[in-house]
């Protein structure tokens, strides 16, 4: 978090010269954090390797820690299996296979850290000619790997699923039953034109630079910089430190809103713009306090601060205070939309923010409460 800004959030001191201590974290969020680790293929562990012809081998690795230090840092002891493939193969930028991908992959976190099994991506954007196509496939033939693509063009979406066929490739085409039941639907056919086809451009660069535009704006707005601007945002979060302001902000914005966001700190009234903004565009964040009072004590030690200093910053009665002191901000607001973030994703509650922030600039009545809803 920037630590300017007309609150100035309260941030604990960090300390010159000293090292963070090492911090326990609890099982539930290593066995998470490691089923990721393994799916993105980002980490790779000093453990044993099962490969398919049954033969082991160790990774080798730069780490001087004793194996008791591996046992005591180490909370899952599992046998790794060699990693599968998948293919994601795109005529544009690959980032609707890239994601519909990894939401997906997200339901299989725990077959990733039961069995050990990294899975790992391969992403090959603007594939635009059939010779490469089919190299590529050929190649995920070696390697055992699956194949996704989103290609416009249904002639190459064609010939990918007819080699995927011949190759013995397991394949799914993600943009094609999507495609076929809008025109079903429309009445008319798809134009098979690819993300940078000629007669395009200008209408990616629209919308490229209007995100542009909102990524600047939502930077320059980060933790209640420039009051006077709140009235040109599209949307607005407020909230106490620590419940994910800004990096909601940021997702927001890469989808072209311009959003800022207001810290609520005890003691300090918010600035008055803020109550001139039409409550339907202010989205007050809420979280349960052991949750918060966690996450700030998490803080705090990875910044290595003493130990009066965590404690005006995550001890229970603070953090206690300042939720009753934007609760009752809160209430004093009642347009504006109330949200629970405790245990949710960012790509969640943005979801929930924009869904009402359109419905609510549908409606000619304010946005009510939904604290209980969500």
């Given amino acids: 978090m920037s630590q300017h800004g007309v609150s100035g959030n309260p941030e604990p001191p960090i300390p010159t010269g000293s090292s963070s201590p090492k911090m326990k974290i609890s099982p539930k969020l290593n066995r998470w954090s490691m089923g990721r680790a393994l799916r993105s293929g980002g980490v790779k562990l000093d453990r044993p390797i099962r490969r398919t012809d049954n033969t082991h081998f160790r990774q080798a690795t730069e780490s001087n820690e004793t194996e008791e230090d591996d046992k005591k840092t180490s909370a899952i002891d599992v046998e790794i299996t060699a990693g599968k493939s998948i293919y994601l193969i795109s005529d544009g930028t690959g980032w609707t296979a890239e994601h519909s991908v990894n939401a997906a992959l997200g339901q299989f976190e725990d077959y990733s850290v039961n069995r050990g099994s990294s899975v ?6 603007w594939v635009e000619d059939e010779e490469k196509l089919i190299e590529i496939i050929n190649q995920a033939a070696k390697e055992g790997a699956m194949c996704f693509y989103t290609l416009a063009n249904p002639l190459m979406a064609k010939s990918a699923k007819q080699a995927c066929d011949q190759c013995g490739v397991l394949s799914v085409d993600i943009l094609g039953p999507i495609i076929e039941g809008i025109a079903s639907h429309l009445g008319v056919s798809p134009s098979g034109l690819t993300r940078g086809a000629a007669g395009r451009v200008k209408t990616l660069n629209d919308a490229y630079f209007k995100r542009i535009e909102a990524i600047e704006f939502t930077i320059k707005q980060d933790d209640g910089t420039l009051p006077e601007n709140l009235s040109k945002a599209d949307i607005v979060l407020v909230g106490v430190s620590r419940t994910g302001k800004t990096p909601l902000s940021t997702y927001i914005a890469q989808k072209g809103y311009k959003v ?25 964040l809420k979280i349960q306090l052991v949750v918060l009072q966690a996450i700030r004590r998490t803080r705090a030690r990875t910044l290595g601060v003493d130990t009066q200093a965590e404690n005006n910053y995550s001890g229970i009665d603070p953090v206690r205070k300042e939720l009753d002191f934007a609760s009752r901000i809160f209430a004093e607001n009642p347009g504006w939309a109330v949200i629970d973030v405790t245990n949710k994703a960012i790509e969640e509650t943005a979801a929930v923010i924009l869904r009402l922030y359109h419905d609510g600039r549908d409606s000619t009545t304010s946005v009510p409460c939904i604290s209980q809803r969500y």
């Fill in 260 to 284: 800022a966001n207001v810290p609520f700190v005890m003691g300090v009234e918010p600035p008055r713009t803020l109550f001139d903004v039409e409550p339907r565009k202010v989205f007050a």
């Fill in 120 to 125: 790992n991506t391969h992403l090959f954007s």
